[in-house]
């Protein structure tokens, strides 16, 4: 078995290479055109790919034609997308025709027995003739994906098509990506060039979140006011923890004409698009347009600020009930798709609580507070009831975020598992059906570079190109019949900080491709580096068809690994293919003629790396770190207390690591979080080092509860165990919210020698009685302990 595999491996190898030969041979033969071959081996990867070498290559140029059946809108369309495809990519233009007599040909057909898998389909490349075989129309349109993907990205004269069979399907029916139009409002123009791009990488499902707090997007004919009033904001907040705005008015919708010319586009490209109206909470810009349907009945205003609101629908209020069936009728008649998502997250219950109809609703309903569920649950629970009663009626289903299942899931309902894979793994357990898309490896509004400081402005939170391509929508925990309750996999792309569409297309890609590839390949089929290889070829595409993407992931990766014995950094750089890489340790820019990366750098002094790698003659950006060393950089240290889980990343070293912490997020990795505990950190120094101050940052958000400590002590020892107190400091009382910003702490005490070094920032006692959280545990974050 091994050996056959081996050798057929062997034989694939051979294949594509003889191929490439003879194509070279009869061009070198019979004309000095330009001639590129095409590469099959796309994102996302085909299934099978059987060269057969014995046979010539096919041979596309202008006298190749595309075959589409007479009368047949379908197929003429499907012809048409592929033309215009290889005019983009290659600058051929291909004519169709309803004959088939020409030299060479493409052609397909659709034939429903091929395969169970309706988005199956063969694409056979023999010398006068690429037939396509597809199950279904989608399946012929993946097939001209993987053709398009295939072709060079500059215009040549003949692309050489090795002859070969390939044989394709996708491992899950639901391959999703969101766009949230609420915090920011693209253009119908722009959501025509995301489902471009979507159809690009086999993807099925446009998520449309149509409506949140901070503007209604969508025209509904019987209340006008929604896109009146709600689809403007009076100005827009200028950070997440801020209550800083930029004093500009902002809005915009969708008319149902839009919506209608955006569906269809999208059909034809063989995309669902799935309308979002997202409820109960999320919905300031309903109450600001209806201030009845709301607990308090107003005033409201739409939101202008991020994060969540404590004013949403009235469960106890009839009239909120024939509103939304009122708007999901025309939402119903706008959209195909099968489902509606009701969206259903972060609904806070302060307001139910207090409100004398929703009280009424509780007792009404003989709600009574459970362990497991609270009375505020309970009633989400029937309201998500009833909002699903309402859309079935519709021949709708419902999709809804993962606290739909809180108080007890709707009977019918889809759960889109987005706080973990927790809620999925539930609802998947009991028969409903689950789209994965956790915010630790799907949300595409974390940054996507460990290189913060020089990226985009985001949520915070690193979630890079491997991280999304390292995730597996079946959990491990599921039983082999409830793995098929999982339908698929998704990106949400949330759009605080993605003010432009040039930002939603950079943080979208090459993201977008990690996750095409994790939902049509199965795990074992899965290879990151051959993976960003191929990526790579593909964002030459992206780049051509004028998509902002990011190049983090084909440039210089960094590691580092610390020698505390010898207090030195091992810093390892690579590419994912190979390509020469030169450096610099001193701050100059490297060229050429740097020096050549070959083996681990060792550095036990203060450096400033900067490296470059060199693909095809093109140089890559340039990498660039600065490394501090002090008194206790790289020595061995060890933390009495240890950070909150989400903020310990590598742990202890972090502080040493001679790397200070990013200035624009604390969310990824160069920062570690102490929650409600004293930071205490014991640095070895080495044989009696005279030491005189300390340095370190305290990252200070008061609005996400990272307070000053309330004083930092230095103590040094000679032998690790008795400490004397050399410095004793009490540190600032907030008294009110701060902008986010790094205050730096600096304490000098008189010349001392020590073996050792002992750090404690004092924890204060919660947050302080005017904080909204007033007596939650408070963080003390801090970077880089520098001592001197
Ligand atoms: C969500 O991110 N609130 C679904
Ligand atoms: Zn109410």
Redesign the pocket.
Known sequence: MKFTRTLKSFVNFLLPLTSILCTFLFYACTNDNKTVNANYEVVPLPRQIIYQAESNPFVLNKSTRIFYIENDGQSHQLASFLASYINECAGINLQLTTKKDAESIIEFQIDTTLNTNPDYYKLSVTPHNILINGVSASGVFYAIQTLRKSLPVESVNNVSFPAAVIEDYPQFSHRGVSLDVSRHFYSADFIKKYIDVLALFNMNVFHWHLTDDQGWRIEIKKYPNLTKIGSQRSETATDRHSEEYDGKSYGGFYTQEEIKDVVEYARQRYITVIPEIDIPGHTLAVLASYPELG?TRGPYQVGRGWGIFEDVL????DSVFTFLDDVFTEVAELFPAKYIHIGGDECLKN??MA?P??QARIKALGIRETKAHSAGEQLQSYFIHRVEELINKKGKSIIGWDEILEGGIAPNATIMSWRGTDGGIYAAGRGHDVIMTPESHLYLDYYQSPDVDNEPYTFGWLTDLEKVYSFDPIPVELEKDQQKNILGGQVNVWTEYMPTSKNVEYMLLPRLGALAETLWSYPQEKDYNNFVARMYRQSLLLDKLGYENCKQAYGVQVKCDYDTEKNEIKITLSTFDNAPIYYTLDGTVPTEKSLKYSEPIIISKSSNLKALVVRDGIQSKIYSKEFSFNKATAKPIELKNQPDKKYTFNGAITLVDGQKGYKSSYRTGSWLGFLGEDMVATIKLGDQVSVSSVKLNQFINSRGGLLFAKSIKIEVSDDGKTFKEVHHMGLPVLNCHLKPYTWEIKETFDTVKANYIRVTLKAIEGLPAWHEKAGAKAYIMIDEIVVE
């Open positions: 607990c009235c469960a106890g209020n307001r139910w409100c109809k929703c």
